[in-house]
């Protein structure tokens, strides 16, 4: 490639490909821009060869480093990365490496209030924050919300009415613009949207409609805007979960690479499960001519 694109990544927890019937909830004509976008995402193994459910602690680590994390550990590991993963994940992850390669990198989501707080207790540290926060070396905060220059993990922040927050709840086309805003300003962005993979361990068809009706909203938004802009658009996900209801468990089914703008055709063709993700995005990212690593 001539020109390396602007990168949005929307990782979307507990998102899985699973066939069609009444214990899946994604419905494509319920939810057309998610509909649409799964029907052209190329599958993804999960499970990276292990045998098991697949868990987020290691299936996001792959995600975000091209390790398998899975297979380094012999097993699928739940909820917060142990001290093995964090190590992988402060030295492999994708902002480190980008940015050694001269490019800017951000995490889109904002934390709030106690979110912050988190950062001293490394065992409650979920596996994107160890990545920015050894990264970076800092997360967006409420301040951020305010500017429009982040967006929390809900979309709307409507989850936050609970937790002292008094600021307005937005709609998702508005989150969707703040995103796409917040993206044209870097190389590679990422967003993470959990709320599918709650929805889906609550066993509760309800909740999971009304989670994916904000997600697809954002995402017929977001897709809009890349495509204006020319930016290269990736969805995907560490497990399966909410496309199947029968049980609040995960799932092994493939998980979705929705990829979309310039690149996308690289990514389509070299990813095959998650440990694939990082290396096929980083060719299309080559040194910048004069950059100095440090």
Excluded at 11 to 30: E, K, Q, T, W
Excluded at 85 to 113: D, K, V
Excluded at 256 to 276: H, I, K, M, N, Y
Aim: one cysteine or more; aromatic letters at 6%; proline letters at 6%.
């Amino acid at each position: 490639m001539s020109e390396v694109p602007t990168t949005l990544m929307v990782f979307v927890d507990g998102l899985g490909l699973g066939p069609p019937g009444p214990s899946n909830p994604i419905d494509a004509a319920r939810f057309p821009a998610l509909g649409a976008m799964l029907s052209k995402a190329v599958p993804l193994d999960a499970t990276m060869g292990v045998a098991g459910l697949p868990q987020s602690a290691t299936g996001q680590t792959a995600l975000l480093t091209g390790v398998n994390a899975a297979g380094m550990l012999g097993r699928h590991r739940e909820g917060f990365p142990n001290r093995e993963l964090r190590e992988i994940i402060a030295h492999h992850n994708i902002f480190a490496r980008l940015r050694s390669r001269g490019y800017r990198c951000a995490f889109a989501n904002a934390y709030y209030l106690g979110d912050i707080r988190t950062r001293g207790r490394p065992g409650r540290l979920s596996v994107t924050s160890v990545a920015v926060l050894s990264s970076l070396g800092w997360v967006r905060d409420e301040t951020y919300l305010e500017k429009g220059e982040a967006v929390y993990q809900d979309i709307t922040r409507e989850t936050l009415r609970r937790r002292g927050y008094n600021g307005p709840v937005i709609s998702a086309d508005c989150a969707a613009e703040h995103l796409a805003g917040l993206a044209r300003k870097h190389d590679f962005t990422l967003f993470e949207y959990f709320q599918t993979d709650i929805a889906g361990h609550s066993a509760d068809t309800a909740l999971a409609r009304r989670v994916l009706g904000i997600l697809d909203r954002f995402l017929g938004r977001v897709r809009q805007l890349l495509k204006k802009g020319g930016g290269l658009l990736v969805l995907t996900s560490d497990h399966g979960n909410i496309e199947d209801m029968r049980s609040p468990a995960h799932t092994d089914n493939p998980v979705p690479l929705f990829a979309e703008g310039p690149g996308s055709g690289l990514l389509r063709t070299r990813v095959r499960g998650l440990q694939d993700l990082v290396p096929a995005i980083l060719e299309l990212y080559p040194e910048r001519p004069g950059h100095v690593s440090v």
